[in-house]
């Protein structure tokens, strides 16, 4: 009988996590706005994407940040646009509608995803460069 209990136990297990979809993001990287410039820094190619109004984009942006409103109804569409397969970077004004946005991906269908900690606020309050 006890072995009956340990083959359900472990056959349970095997089942939840065999069928884990390992196809998308399974948890969002939460970095610093250190971590997040240097994991940026010198990359052309980066989807760097900025998720605060076209006004806020315009008053400052990191360099080469790609403007998708979260607040949008095409967000999920313009954010298609990108390459799943490709890590994702999000920011926002203070990080809250870019964690957001990093669920909402998540869904889509990202399997990396790194969202800045703190916002543009924070980095800008650290005095980080890369910036237009």
Known sequence: MKNI???FGLTFILFFTACKDKSVAQ???VLT??????AIAGKKDVQLVD?????????GHLENALNINISETDFIT?????NLDEPIYLYCRSGKRSAKAALILKDVGFKEIYD???GFLHWEADGLQNKN
Not at 33 to 38: A, N, T
Not at 51 to 59: S, Y
Not at 78 to 82: D, I, M, S
């Open 5 to 7: 209990a340990i083959l």
């Open 27 to 29: 948890e969002i990287q």
């Open 33 to 38: 706005p250190k971590e997040f410039h240097d």
């Open 51 to 59: 998720v605060r109004t076209p006004e806020e984009f315009a008053e």
């Open 78 to 82: 313009e954010a298609e646009k990108l």
């Open 116 to 118: 800045m900690k703190g």
